[in-house]
């Protein structure tokens, strides 16, 4: 990343407090605003104070049920932290302290985006520079070591990537999902004016179509069956819409690519029917692509794939280069994500205006933002 200005390396932007808000998980429909010691930054970390953090759908399954949060008595491999913990991973800030050994191009009051993959970056998945894949991973905002709903935040330099001028850091904390898509989009092997099959346009469906469109795919066909979100599709570049429960999903998608089907599906549902669908209509030798994270076990007939060589792939998250990748191509136009803001939030009303929001709403609504800025 270049060299570091040493001349505003420990300076601030303003006087440090001696405590800050933070919202913490401390169980399934337990959030809590709390006071804690602002954090000290150490020599090879860099001190964020976040402006704009978006709520993810893992959050929104934590609120109910305690998977990826580390309970008592089983802390996190590389945090050694346990509940309660600051959420937020999906986030935006500014750089108010730079360690002293932090030799990155950096400087106090620039716009940045985090990456909130935690890795031991020792076992072999981390050594090819998968860290999506380390044995040991977690995440800011969900394993400990900080997170985004907080006054402050201290992580390693190497996770802090500066936005450009013509980035906001409201569009900046869309990287975030963005690079899930676009890490999605990357791993599929499509080709420029190749059609593809979207099945679920929720916020990381709705990413991967932006990414889809953003990298020259052809035809983009959707998968909904929410009236709303099928209307976002289409904002958002998908050039078919099929409403799987008017149609018969592997028909239609077949029938607008010349009878074969597409070359690529993306699974961003996570459904036993997305999962027949998507693996049944691409073409032979095609591939699906499972974005979604499940919640149970479901039935899977391998005769699917194996009949016609498919491949079945899976996705998690991103790695660094998604970032670099997403940055430059908001920047340049190629994405433009600023649509997928619908609503902005205070912190001191996160579980009120956020969480039940999405839950009971969750339809009308594509990226919620807890604006930090507001205090």
Known sequence: M?????????????????????????????LRLDDLPEPTCESGQVKVRPAFVGICGTDLHEYHVQTFVPKHGAPHELTNETAPLVLGHELSGTVVEIGSEVAADLK???????????SCLTCAPCKDGFVNCCVKKGFLGLSGGGGGLSDYLCVRSEAVYKLPDNISLEVGALVEPLAVGWHAVSESGIKPGQASLVCGTGPIGLAVILCLKAMGAGEIIAVEVAAKRQEFARQFGATHVLDPT?????????????GWGPPVSFDCAGVPASLESSTRAVCA?????????????VPFN???????????????????????????????????????????????????????????????????LVDLTIQ
């Open 302 to 368: 391998p005769n699917n794939f194996v009949f016609f060589e498919r491949k079945y792939i899976g996705c998690l998250a991103y790695v660094p280069a998604d970032f670099d990748e997403v940055i430059a191509a908001i920047s340049d136009g190629r994405l433009r994500p600023e649509a997928m803001v619908t609503r902005k939030i205070s912190i001191d009303r996160v579980p009120e205006d956020g969480f039940e929001v999405l839950i009971n709403d969750k339809d009308t609504h594509v990226k919620l």
């Open 108 to 118: 106090v009051g620039d716009k940045v985006v985090v990456f909130p993959v935690l």
């Open 2 to 30: 270049g060299s570091v200005d040493t001349s505003s390396s420990t300076a601030c932007l303003s006087t440090p407090l001696t405590a800050m808000r933070a919202l913490r998980y401390h169980g399934p429909e337990d």
């Open 246 to 258: 008017k149609v018969d999903v592997v028909k239609e998608a077949k029938r607008l690519t010349n």
């Open 285 to 297: 030798r095609g591939t699906v692509v499972n974005v979604a994270i499940w919640e149970k076990p």
